[in-house]
């Protein structure tokens, strides 16, 4: 059931026992320090879901009706959990790419325009955002349709205009907020001289950890353009705290959010977090009959009513699972979990130190959740000056011996121009919940141990080769 449900990044292979991202549907006694990618589902989850699944009724019987109140479930679950009101709505999606229907959907809906939708930092989000986020299919397949066409368009949004900016200068250094935000003002100018909206995306934890544009220059935006302008926050890694996830919504920004990241579900699941001003007055895209069930979205809202009213047993199990993860989380003390996470980052300095690498900014700086759970290697300092391609194969060397990281990233240029090789590593709520319980010098010793043993296989991996 975990592996149904989507489109074919979660399906394992026969005779497998991952999906393409190396993950499992089924917990497996690795380390894993891969959230900033994808989890394996932890055991407790996994015991979990059994006893939910147990619960449910059987067979044919999970329909339409039982899929739309074990979902209605979950939203109250979600407000409850962030602080939030009934005057937010939650949308659920298959996966965080699949997002990016939502709220293209939600702001032409609104607008009555076309759409320009500003895409920040395609190579730090989701490789098939782009794609969806011009209002295309990014599969060969959706949750709900065996067969379509990748790159089609899809009814309603085929207007959709996609301009792409970067988040870092050519030599990988991040750009600053105000940067950005000027440049997301001046496409916005030249949208609405066009008579068109404009969809702007706000980076909240890319895959490296990066915010952009911040709270300021967000609200600055929000002043000059007023309704032309419609935001959306890509927090998919939830490496987000409540305050400035209620602060994104209070400024009308829509949030998403995945429960397979940060919150270590089992891949792939999403949600949207909706404020009122979205309520839909008039039918969302046609062409969403093919991605989304009706269940999905708001019962109150009538502009969904043309979705399928069937059921989705496998994604309500995903989300079952990431929002088990996030409850006990929530249940640890501000202590317990800030205690786990600064041993973290002092174990993930002493490995940059005995590698002889450095980390990617912003990395393990200060609070923020989203900085100090999740680390980027710079490589290219190595001997041996991995690249791209060789950082991917190293990943799947320690993955193969039970160390999982998260894929490698482009953020760091060569000295020869091109991209070098990155590693990720990172905390997830699961991983912090079953160390929280540890003494200190347990769980010092815990992630100097983990530690060490990354740093073996990356050190063997540059040793030549004898004849």
């Not at 499992?24 to 059994?50: E, V």
């Not at 939708?117 to 782009?130: F, H, R």
């Not at 190293?394 to 020869?416: E, F, I, K, S």
Request: proline share 6%; with cysteine.
């Amino acid at each position: 059931m975990l592996t149904s449900g989507g489109d074919r990044r979660i399906s394992v292979p026969r005779g497998g026992n991952t999906n393409i991202y190396g993950a499992s549907p089924f917990p497996r006694s690795t380390l894993g320090y891969s959230a900033s990618t994808a989890n394996d589902i932890s055991l407790d989850a996994f015991r979990h879901l059994a006893g939910v699944a147990a619960g449910w009724p059987s067979g044919s019987a999970f329909d339409a009706a039982a899929y739309r109140e074990t979902l209605e479930q979950a939203r109250r679950r979600i407000r409850a959990a962030w602080g939030m009101g009934e005057d937010i709505d939650v949308v659920f999606a298959p996966s965080g790419t699949d997002l990016e229907f939502v709220a293209l959907a939600l702001a032409a809906a609104r607008s009555g325009r076309p759409v320009t939708n500003i895409l920040l930092g395609q190579d730090e989000v989701g490789s098939g955002c782009g794609l969806a986020a011009s209002g295309r299919y990014f599969a060969g397949e959706t949750a709900l349709a065996a067969s379509v066409v990748k790159g089609a368009e899809i009814e309603g949004l085929a207007d959709t205009a996609l301009v792409g900016l970067p988040v870092r200068d050519p030599d990988g250094a991040p750009l600053s907020s105000m940067e950005t935000a000027a440049a997301i003002s001046e496409i916005a100018r030249h949208t609405v001289a066009a008579g068109g909206h404009t969809l702007a995306h706000v980076v909240h934890g890319s895959k490296t950890g990066l915010i952009l544009p911040e709270a300021p220059e967000i609200e600055a935006l929000r002043r000059a353009h007023g309704e032309a302008l419609s935001l959306v926050v890509d927090a998919c890694q939830a490496r987000i705290e409540a305050p400035q996830l209620r602060a994104y919504l209070a400024v009308d920004a829509i949030v998403l959010l995945t429960g397979s990241k940060f919150m270590g579900g089992p891949p792939f699941s999403g949600f949207a977090l909706v404020p009122r001003a979205f309520r839909p007055a008039v039918p969302l895209a046609a062409g969403l009959a093919k991605v989304f069930r009706r269940a999905e979205w708001p019962l109150e809202w009538a502009a969904c009513d043309h979705l399928p009213a069937s059921a989705n047993p496998g994604l309500a199990l995903r989300i079952e699972a990431a929002l088990f993860e996030l409850e006990r989380y929530d249940a640890l003390s501000a202590e317990s979990r800030d205690r786990v996470i600064a041993r973290f980052g002092g174990a993930v300095h002493g490995l940059a130190a005995r590698l002889g690498v450095s980390l990617v900014a912003p990395a393990l700086a200060g609070s923020p959740i989203h900085q100090s759970t999740l680390a980027t290697l710079d490589l290219s300092s190595l001997r041996s000056r991995p690249g791209f391609a060789v950082a991917q194969r190293w990943c799947r060397v320690l993955a193969a011996r039970g160390l999982r990281l998260g894929q490698p990233v482009r953020c760091v240029r060569g000295n020869d121009g091109d991209w070098a090789g990155t590693l990720r590593i990172s905390l997830s709520m699961p991983l912090i919940t079953s160390l929280a319980g540890l003494g200190e010098a347990e769980l010092s010793a815990r992630f100097a141990g983990d530690m060490a043993q990354i740093a073996d296989v990356l050190e063997a991996a540059q040793r030549p080769v004898a004849c």
